[in-house]
C-alpha cells in the first residue's frame, strides 16, 4: 500500500463567495457579454484593459478613504519583495482613470472607453452579491454635456431591451457641484446633530467625515430620519439645474422613463452632477442591477489634467440572475453545430480530417471520443450527439469509408438522414447551417 491509500486525503473546497463558472452557465454569460460589448462598440467604446491589483493609494484616493469599500471591504495586502501596498481591484473606474492618466490617453481628445473582469470585495456573500464578481463597465472620457449622461443611459436601455429584459426601473438624481455639496452637507450636519440618538454608530462616525453617506443608509429604523433629511437639489445653482433638466428632456425624448430619487447618492465619493441606478424588485435586497454618473473631479483628483468624466458598471452576476428569473436565457443550448460519429480505425481519421475542414470554415464541431478504449455503439453515440445540442450529426462509419461518404442526419428538425459525398460535405453543411439560420 501507498502512503496514500494509507491516509485520508481532505476534499479542497472553493474560498467562500468565489464562485465556479461551470460549463451549464458559461453560455449564458458568454452571451451577456458578448451583447455588452457589441452594444459598446456600435457607440464608439473601445476595450482597455487594466490589471487586477494596483496600488492601494489608487482606490483611496479615486473612490474616498470614508466609504464602506476602502474603510471594510478591500483585499489588501503588503507585497513581500518590496514592502508596496497593494490591493486587489473593487472597482473598475479608478483604476481605468489611473491607466488614461499614465498612458496621457486624453492628450488628442475625448475617449469613450468600456472594461470588463473580475472585482474583489470582502463582504457577506449573499444572492447577488460576491467577494468576486465580474462587472462591465463604460466610461466616456472629456466630455461635459448632458448629452453624453444620456448617451450612457441609452446604452443600458438598448443593452436590457438586447437581453430580452423587462422591469428595470431607472432612477436619477443631480448631486450638483462641490459648492453646492458644501451647503447641503453643512445642512445635513445641522440636521443629523438634531437627532443624534437615532443614528447607528457607522452614521455618527460619518456625520462630520461624509454625511452624505449616510443618506445611502440600509438601517431600515433611520428610513424615516433619511427621507425628512434636506434634499441637495433643493441647492442646485442654475448651470446645474439646466444640466438635469436638459437630461431630463433628452430622455424623455427617446421614451426611456425615469423616477427622480433625491436620496439617490451612490457609493463612492467620485460622483458629482448626474447620478443613476437600474434596478429590480427581482432579486430581492440586491437590487440594482447597474449604476453610475458623472465624476467629473477624479481625474484631477488622481493626479491628472482636469477634464470631465461619466460612466456606469453592471454586475454580471446579477444580470445572469435576472435573466434567469425572468426565464429569458432559453438560448439555443448547443456546444457545437456538428457532432462527428466514427467506428474508430479509419473511419476515425477521415472523420477528423472532415472535422478539422469543417471547423477552417467557421463551424463549432465535436469529434466523438470514447471514455473508455473501446469505441462506442453508434446508438450511444447518437445519444451523446443528441445531448450536446447540435444541430446536426455526421456518421462516418465502415460503410462510408468504402464508399468515401457521409450520412448527415438533422438531430433538431426532421431527424431525416442523407448521404453525401464526402468531398461535398463542407458545401452541403454550409448550406444547412446557412438555412437553418435563416429560419
Request: glycine share 8%; aromatic share 6%.
Amino acid at each position: 500500500m501507498s502512503s496514500i491509500e494509507n491516509q485520508k486525503i481532505t476534499k479542497l473546497s472553493g474560498v467562500k463567495g468565489m464562485n465556479d463558472l461551470l460549463p451549464v452557465d458559461a453560455k449564458l454569460w458568454d452571451h451577456v457579454e458578448k451583447m455588452a460589448m457589441g452594444v459598446a462598440r456600435s457607440y464608439g467604446y473601445q476595450l482597455i484593459r487594466t490589471p487586477i491589483v494596483e496600488h492601494t493609494a489608487v482606490f483611496q484616493r479615486g473612490i474616498g478613504e470614508v466609504t464602506d469599500i476602502v474603510e471594510k471591504e478591500m483585499y489588501s495586502f503588503e507585497d513581500r519583495l518590496n514592502g508596496e501596498q497593494l490591493t486587489l481591484r473593487p472597482e473598475g473606474t479608478a483604476a481605468v482613470v489611473r491607466a488614461v492618466i499614465e498612458n496621457n490617453l486624453l492628450y488628442d481628445g475625448p475617449k469613450r472607453l468600456c472594461y470588463i473582469g473580475p472585482m474583489f470585495r470582502h463582504e457577506r456573500p449573499q444572492r447577488g452579491r460576491y467577494r468576486q464578481f465580474h462587472q462591465f463597465g463604460i466610461e466616456a472620457l472629456g466630455f461635459a454635456g448632458p448629452d453624453v449622461d444620456a448617451e450612457i443611459i441609452l446604452m443600458c436601455q438598448r443593452l436590457w431591451d438586447d437581453l430580452g429584459l423587462i422591469g428595470l426601473q431607472l432612477e436619477i438624481n443631480s448631486l450638483g457641484d462641490m459648492s453646492e455639496r458644501s451647503a447641503h452637507r453643512k445642512a445635513l450636519v445641522e440636521y443629523f446633530e438634531k437627532h443624534q440618538e437615532l443614528l447607528d454608530e457607522d452614521s455618527k462616525r460619518r456625520l462630520l467625515s461624509n454625511p452624505l453617506r449616510i443618506l445611502d443608509t440600509k438601517n431600515p429604523q433611520m428610513q424615516s430620519l433619511v427621507e425628512k433629511a434636506p434634499q441637495l437639489i433643493s441647492y442646485l445653482g442654475p448651470a446645474s439645474l439646466e444640466h438635469f433638466e436638459t437630461l431630463q428632456t433628452l430622455l424623455k425624448a427617446n421614451n426611456v422613463h425615469f423616477k427622480i430619487n433625491p436620496r439617490l447618492v451612490r457609493g463612492l465619493d467620485y460622483y458629482n452632477s448626474t447620478v443613476f441606478e437600474w434596478i429590480t424588485s427581482q432579486l430581492g435586497a440586491q437590487g440594482t442591477v447597474a449604476g453610475g454618473g458623472r465624476y467629473d473631479p477624479l481625474i484631477e483628483r488622481m493626479g491628472g489634467k482636469s477634464a470631465p468624466a461619466c460612466g456606469w458598471a453592471m454586475g454580471i452576476e446579477r444580470i445572469v440572475e435576472l435573466m434567469k428569473e425572468q426565464k429569458v436565457e432559453e438560448m439555443q443550448s448547443n456546444q457545437c453545430d456538428v457532432y462527428f460519429l466514427h467506428a474508430g480505425a479509419h473511419s476515425l481519421q477521415i472523420a477528423l480530417v472532415q472535422a478539422e475542414r469543417l471547423r477552417s470554415a467557421g463551424m463549432d464541431v465535436i469529434l466523438h471520443a470514447s471514455a473508455e478504449s473501446q469505441v462506442s455503439s453508434f446508438k450511444s453515440q447518437i445519444k451523446k450527439a443528441d445531448a450536446s445540442g447540435a444541430l446536426y450529426a455526421v456518421i462516418i462509419g465502415e460503410d462510408e469509408v468504402l464508399q468515401q461518404r457521409a450520412q448527415i442526419k438533422d438531430l433538431r428538425r426532421s431527424g431525416e438522414q442523407q448521404a453525401v459525398r464526402l468531398e461535398d460535405l463542407l458545401d452541403e453543411m454550409i448550406n444547412r447551417l446557412v438555412s437553418h439560420s435563416e429560419n
